[in-house]
């Protein structure tokens, strides 16, 4: 091996530091103050407002290494360059020098320092956009040229792939200049002028040497204006740089993954190259995402934890490697980050981090079992196929009943060489979801102020947190009054005295795991004394008629209700006790809410 990963990061932050450049510190993954984004995905995202001059830099000339994840490429994770967490070596320029020097620093650093001959590089300039009137990068292609490129290595590309912004909605962007390595013959035809250029899998793209923020992008996503400065915003991945610099066939053959690959490989019976692969990157990054504080759940950056994680774990049941390997490969891919010189500010105890990955795991196993036998049975019986596709409704029972993730399904379903239809699933859940803001006719039955999605999560809470109570309390604490808002519940219980920190700790750890269970919320309808013999709790005063509505989740709760209701605990997110009170004598009030993550 000719570079570790750790004289890469030395070589680059030396280079850029001898040219004046101040090195700050890598963030934390999660954007602070920031919910328009929900990681940083690049090595410019906390210091966005530098660009627009609303925040002062520490330096005009800055660079750094910057741990950033992206899991919008989530299904390209296995192929040689793709990774859902990564290390950008970034560089910039507030207002400093522009397209001359940067381009200029690239070449000086790719080929007099690293060595790396010109033939193989190959570099592409933005070729302007008429409708969006923005002009072609011509001063950035006569750079290269005057270092020697010619046209069969500048490849003119257009806005999708060589204007830079952050994203549809305000903020800095500008044309930018990509390097790429030819990784040679083996992976592809070469590339012939105006011809084809394969950025897939020959030409690796190693550095965005230039993001060359000279335009302010509006809110509506299509008009600009000059920014009053210009600047330079670059990034490398330092994975793809020690991958082409080594001559290695893939990300994968780094030291950052190797190790932990190789492990896993011995402690399979049936290992595939793209499982490992998988695995490898996703617990990766979900070390990471576990270490800033975040907890595997079922919305925003808690659905991603999760969704990595559990595609992981599934991934280990493809191989043939037991579940009990797990600890010992998030133990090594933790350790192996700290001797790769790439791990973050640790936040997060190793044990801890651990500790909720195996929690994780328990809860994910109880669930694919389930989730497995449904779906092999699903597809045992031909009526529910149908030109290769599997049934939209069962795909939607399978999450919605079971708490199967999609993408889950729509896995097994391609190993079994099926398919599944992604915007009937789409349509389902939308319907679903009309649907319990639909009944409206009943809301105010239920105490919904609204009939909001958000006060519809909130009243299938109010059912956990009636029965958490009872479970926390006794059993005779029973709802004096509820009402809800889409901001909060309000529960209203006989109790004669205040509740304690850790009562309220508990009956807040019982409701959450149930919403973790992923527990389907199942409607029965039944005659008033049925719902009484069946021990559901509710307002058994004989005002229902004589069928009456009675909702379970799991064995935990079973309430006489008027609904509307979630289809599935899963929704509800995160639930958290804001106020315990006293409403009138003997009577307590709890406000409670439901987080986002
Ligand atoms: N922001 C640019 C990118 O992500 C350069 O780092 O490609």
Redesign the pocket.
């Known amino acids: 091996m000719k570079y570790t990963v750790k004289q890469i990061k030395q070589i680059f932050l030396n280079f850029f530091e001898k040219n004046n450049h101040k090195v700050i510190k890598n963030s934390p993954i999660v954007p602070e103050n920031d919910d328009s984004l929900l990681f940083i995905n690049?090595?410019?995202a906390p210091i966005k407002k530098v660009f627009t001059g609303e925040a002062i830099p520490e330096s005009k000339r800055m660079c750094n290494m910057q741990t950033c994840i992206r899991t919008n490429d989530i299904d390209s994770i296995g192929d040689r360059h793709h990774l859902s967490s990564f290390c950008?070596l970034?560089s910039w320029s507030i207002g400093d020098y522009f397209k001359e020097g940067a381009i200029k620093y690239a070449y000086q650093l790719l080929v007099e320092e690293l060595k790396i001959p010109a033939s193989k590089l190959y570099v592409s300039v933005f070729s302007g956009d008429k409708e969006k009137n923005l002009p072609a990068d011509t001063e950035s292609e006569e750079i290269w040229r005057g270092l020697g490129f010619d046209d069969n290595h500048i490849i003119h590309c257009s806005f999708e792939d060589n204007f830079?912004r952050m994203g549809d909605g305000e903020g800095p962007c500008g044309p930018?200049t990509e390097v790429f390595f030819d990784t040679g013959d083996k992976h592809g035809l070469s590339y012939e002028q105006s011809g084809y250029f394969d950025d897939k899998k020959r030409y690796i793209e190693i550095w965005?040497a230039g993001?060359f923020m000279q335009y302010l992008q509006h809110e509506d996503g299509k008009t600009y204006s000059k920014l009053s400065m210009n600047s330079v915003?670059?990034?490398s991945g330092i994975e793809r740089m020690v991958m082409a610099l080594n001559g290695l066939d893939s990300v994968y053959d780094t030291e950052i993954y190797k190790p932990i690959i190789e492990f896993i490989e011995n402690v399979s019976s049936n290992p595939n190259q793209s499982s490992l692969r998988i695995i490898a990157d996703h617990i990766k990054t979900a070390i990471h995402i576990i270490n800033v504080g975040i907890q595997p759940s079922n919305v925003k950056r808690g659905y991603v934890l999760r969704r990595l994680l559990r595609r992981a774990m599934r991934h280990m049941r493809v191989i043939g490697c037991d579940e009990k390997y797990l600890e010992e490969i998030a133990s090594r891919t933790y350790d192996n980050l700290n001797s790769c010189d790439i791990a973050p500010d640790w936040i997060t105890s190793k044990s801890d981090i651990i500790d909720v990955i195996k929690i994780e795991q328990e809860k994910f196993l109880k669930l694919l079992a389930n989730g497995l036998k449904t779906f092999e049975e699903f597809i045992s019986n031909p009526k529910n196929i149908s030109d290769g596709k599997l049934d939209s409704t069962l795909v939607f029972k399978l999450y919605d009943t079971y708490g199967f993730p999609f993408e889950i399904t729509k896995e097994l379903a391609f190993e079994k060489g099926l398919s599944v239809n992604e915007n009937e699933f789409n349509q389902l859940f939308s319907k679903h979801k009309e649907e319990s803001k639909g009944d409206i006719g009943k809301v105010f039955k239920s105490g919904l102020a609204d009939n909001s999605y958000e006060s519809v999560k909130l009243h299938t809470a109010t059912h956990l947190l009636h029965s958490a109570l009872k479970k926390v309390l006794n059993e005779n604490v029973n709802q004096k009054g509820s009402n809800i808002t889409p901001e909060r519940l309000r529960f209203d219980f006989n109790f004669e005295r205040k509740l304690t920190p850790d009562e309220i700790k508990k009956v807040e750890l019982l409701v959450n795991d149930v919403i973790s269970k992923n527990l389907p919320v199942v409607k029965e309808i039944m005659t008033y004394e049925d719902a009484k013999k069946s021990g559901a709790i509710g307002l058994f005063e004989n005002k229902y008629g004589d069928s009456v509505n009675v909702y379970s989740i799991g064995d935990f709760s079973k309430e006489l209700c008027a609904g509307p209701h979630v289809a599935n605990t899963g929704e509800l997110g995160v639930f958290k006790i804001v106020k315990e009170e006293s409403s009138s004598a003997g009577v307590r009030r709890i406000k409670a809410i439901l987080k986002n993550d």
């Open positions: 690049a090595g410019m950008m970034g830079w930018c965005n993001v915003d670059t990034g």
